[in-house]
Each structure stands twice: as structure tokens, then as C-alpha cells.
């Protein structure tokens, strides 16, 4: 399995942008689907995108689509989330996660997670 570290959250105005990194230790890093997801107090975990293992695919939930891109750097064992135009609707704890088996939206099939960073967006 790999380990997964998450970095770059913080607090931003609406409107502003973070990118968020995640990177993995371990050999094995090409051979996972990654994707992020997040939580929101009193909510339950929501995906938000995956990649697939080559980064030739990506998939998004509709919420945000056109404002955040997932993208990986198999050379630095890295996935990343750009996110852009954020609204305080963002504001979660997010999370990476790695899949084995699957290119998917659905986080039962994830492996290994991340420990989340947290993004506030707020005025």
C-alpha cells in the first residue's frame, strides 16, 4: 500500500484559488486510480474527482466542474487538486485516496486515504 500525505489547504476568500497536494511514499504510486474527496462538518464524505493511473482521464462531480482540476506526476509520486473560483461551499476537510482496483467515484473502493487538509473559504 502506499502512504499519503495531503498539503495546501488553508483559508481563502471566495473567489481565490489553492492547490492542494498529495503525495505518496512507495514504489507503487503508477499503479493506483487516485482521487480526492471531502467532508464537510455534519456532512458525508463527497467526491470531488479522480484520475485515472496514465492521467489520460479525469472525472469531476458537477458541483465542480470548470473550476477545479485533478492532475498527477507519477515522477514525483504527486496528485494534485487546482482549485479555482472557490465558494464557501468548498469549505471541507479534503482527502486523497488511492485505488487499486478502479477509476470510480465511489470511495468503497479505496485502498489508502490520506490523513485531509483543511480549506475554509470565508470573507
Known amino acids: 500500500q502506499v502512504q499519503l500525505v495531503e498539503t495546501g489547504g488553508g483559508l481563502v476568500q471566495p473567489g481565490g484559488s489553492l492547490r492542494l497536494s498529495c503525495a505518496a511514499s512507495?514504489?507503487?504510486?503508477?499503479?493506483?486510480?487516485m482521487g480526492w474527496f471531502r467532508q464537510a462538518p455534519g456532512k458525508e464524505r463527497e467526491f470531488v474527482a479522480a484520475?485515472?493511473?496514465?492521467?489520460?482521464?479525469?472525472i469531476y462531480t458537477d458541483s465542480v466542474k470548470g473550476r477545479f482540476t485533478i492532475s498527477r506526476d507519477n515522477t514525483k509520486n504527486t496528485v494534485y487538486l487546482q482549485m479555482n473560483s472557490l465558494k464557501p461551499e468548498d469549505t471541507a476537510v479534503y482527502f486523497c485516496?488511492?485505488?487499486?482496483?478502479?477509476?470510480?467515484?465511489?470511495?468503497?473502493?479505496?485502498?489508502?486515504w490520506g490523513q485531509g487538509t483543511q480549506v475554509t473559504v470565508s470573507s
Open positions: 485516496a488511492g485505488s487499486s482496483s478502479a477509476f470510480t467515484r465511489d470511495h468503497r473502493l479505496y485502498d489508502c
Open positions: 512507495g514504489r507503487t504510486f503508477s499503479n493506483y486510480a
Open positions: 484520475i485515472t493511473i496514465s492521467g489520460s482521464k479525469t
